[in-house]
């Protein structure tokens, strides 16, 4: 089992930047990944990482803009993310994977955090 703690959210303006961190309470050499979830839709996969941190995927809708990263020392994935548009509202997730691969189906990841609140102003 591992409990998995994000901080970082708030409210930002168009065209600012936050850092999203993710911590977990143990040692998680597994990939991990970002979600968010607008009210009224489903959640959707934003940014993966696999152990090593020698793999990293995004979502279309924020490549070149959020940077995944980890310090596996430090038990902590973060999301870095600039250019922050108002459709980047959500709570935003993160999520550990117990299998091999990096994938981007919410289904595919075991545990889960309760999100932190990222509300980008026009």
């Known amino acids: 089992q591992v409990q998995l703690v994000e901080s970082g959210g708030r409210l930002v303006q168009a065209g600012g930047s936050l850092r999203l961190s993710c911590a977990a309470s143990r040692r998680t050499l597994v990939t991990m990944g970002w979600f968010r979830q607008a009210p009224g839709k489903e959640r959707e996969f934003v940014a993966a990482i696999s152990w090593t941190g020698g793999s990293t995927y995004y979502a279309d809708s924020v490549k070149g803009r959020f940077t995944i990263s980890r310090d596996n020392a430090k038990n902590t994935v973060y999301l870095q993310m600039n250019s922050l548009k108002p459709e980047d509202t959500a709570v935003y997730h993160c999520?550990?994977?117990?299998?091999?691969?990096?994938?981007?189906?919410?289904?595919?990841?075991?545990?889960w955090g309760q999100g932190t609140q990222v509300t980008v102003s026009s």
């Open positions: 999520a550990a994977r117990l299998g091999a691969g990096v994938p981007t189906e919410v289904g595919k990841y075991n545990y």
